[in-house]
């Protein structure tokens, strides 16, 4: 009898620490807050023309996440893939890459790679080269746009007839009321940082132009980018928009949070799939 007295209090006590278990690392909810599932999202994904996957750098869940869309999205069919983190003129090197001609060692040598290559976006862009799909390198390079927010739109004017080719159309189509673009200059005071939403919007024209570039019928385009450029249907989806409202899109986006099980407001609208990832979550860099 004291046996099973001891057992039942054991049991009893363990009951809390056993419930505190579930220990998810993500969640998905859709653009109202509602919770989804990673099948849900994927269905909805499928129909779409382009996707917008916006990522926290340093994250590994949304990278993880990244390799699983495009992996399961590309079952069967083919893709285009795209990203943020390589420069337009790095697209040589970088299809050197995919048809075997250079190896790991040569395209760390000729592109510029970010420093968390290795482990965040290499396995995408080795997943294109299994596949035999396109990797286009989309974003201007970083030259040009710390010029842009230095000089504003003039510094683009005297780049060459090559370098232009690595930038989209000049002019560039700009509208400073973009809520995201006033909210950078609220951040700097409005003193002097005029120019900054300037060399943002340079960058997410640039990569929009280079997404309709590659975008080819029937496939799929999936593209890599920082959150804030494509949060709240702005920024490259506002170009992409803008020369191709005919296609079908979807944005995904990162936030943090302590508590998983409801979106919080701040949050809501900002994509049409929302990637909460536990805050606790220990950054790669």
Request: charged share 20%; proline share 6%.
């Given at each position: 009898m004291r046996h099973f007295v001891f057992l039942l209090l054991v049991l009893l006590t363990a009951q809390p620490l056993l419930a505190q278990k579930d220990k998810p690392a993500y969640q998905?909810?859709?653009?109202?807050?509602?919770?989804?599932?990673?099948?849900?999202?994927?269905?909805?994904?499928?129909?779409?023309?382009?996707?917008?996957?916006?990522e926290y750098h340093n994250n590994a869940i949304a990278h993880w996440l990244q390799l699983e869309v495009t992996r399961d999205l590309g079952v069967n069919r083919q893709l285009v893939l795209g990203a943020e983190m390589f420069e337009a003129d790095n697209q040589e090197p970088l299809d050197r890459y995919l048809?075997?001609?250079?190896?790991?060692?040569?395209?760390?040598?000729?592109?510029?790679l970010w420093s968390n290559y290795k482990t965040d976006y290499a396995p995408l862009v080795n997943l294109a080269k299994e596949r035999g799909w396109p990797f286009i390198a989309t974003n201007i390079p970083r030259r040009f746009a710390s010029g842009v927010a230095q000089e504003g739109w003039p510094a683009l004017d005297s780049l060459s007839e090559l370098e232009k080719t690595w930038v989209a159309p000049l002019p560039i189509p700009y509208d400073p009321e973009l809520p995201g673009y006033k909210g950078m200059i609220e951040m700097m005071g409005g003193h002097g940082g005029e120019t900054f939403p300037m060399a943002q919007a340079s960058k997410d024209a640039t990569m929009g132009h280079f997404i309709l570039n590659g975008f080819q019928a029937g496939k799929p385009f999936i593209h890599y980018n920082g959150a804030y450029h494509s949060d709240n249907y702005e920024g490259i989806l506002w170009y992409l928009q803008r020369e191709r409202p005919d296609l079908r899109y979807?944005?995904?986006?990162?936030?943090?949070?302590?508590?998983?099980?409801?979106?919080?407001?701040?949050?809501?609208?900002r994509a049409d799939f929302i990637l909460v990832v536990d805050e606790d979550m220990t950054p790669t860099y």
């Amino acid at each position: 009898m004291r046996h099973f007295v001891f057992l039942l209090l054991v049991l009893l006590t363990a009951q809390p620490l056993l419930a505190q278990k579930d220990k998810p690392a993500y969640q998905l909810f859709t653009a109202n807050g509602k919770k989804t599932s990673y099948g849900k999202m994927m269905k909805t994904l499928s129909g779409k023309d382009i996707i917008l996957f916006g990522e926290y750098h340093n994250n590994a869940i949304a990278h993880w996440l990244q390799l699983e869309v495009t992996r399961d999205l590309g079952v069967n069919r083919q893709l285009v893939l795209g990203a943020e983190m390589f420069e337009a003129d790095n697209q040589e090197p970088l299809d050197r890459y995919l048809a075997g001609e250079i190896d790991a060692k040569g395209l760390d040598t000729l592109a510029r790679l970010w420093s968390n290559y290795k482990t965040d976006y290499a396995p995408l862009v080795n997943l294109a080269k299994e596949r035999g799909w396109p990797f286009i390198a989309t974003n201007i390079p970083r030259r040009f746009a710390s010029g842009v927010a230095q000089e504003g739109w003039p510094a683009l004017d005297s780049l060459s007839e090559l370098e232009k080719t690595w930038v989209a159309p000049l002019p560039i189509p700009y509208d400073p009321e973009l809520p995201g673009y006033k909210g950078m200059i609220e951040m700097m005071g409005g003193h002097g940082g005029e120019t900054f939403p300037m060399a943002q919007a340079s960058k997410d024209a640039t990569m929009g132009h280079f997404i309709l570039n590659g975008f080819q019928a029937g496939k799929p385009f999936i593209h890599y980018n920082g959150a804030y450029h494509s949060d709240n249907y702005e920024g490259i989806l506002w170009y992409l928009q803008r020369e191709r409202p005919d296609l079908r899109y979807a944005t995904i986006t990162t936030v943090t949070q302590a508590d998983l099980s409801r979106l919080d407001k701040e949050h809501l609208n900002r994509a049409d799939f929302i990637l909460v990832v536990d805050e606790d979550m220990t950054p790669t860099y």
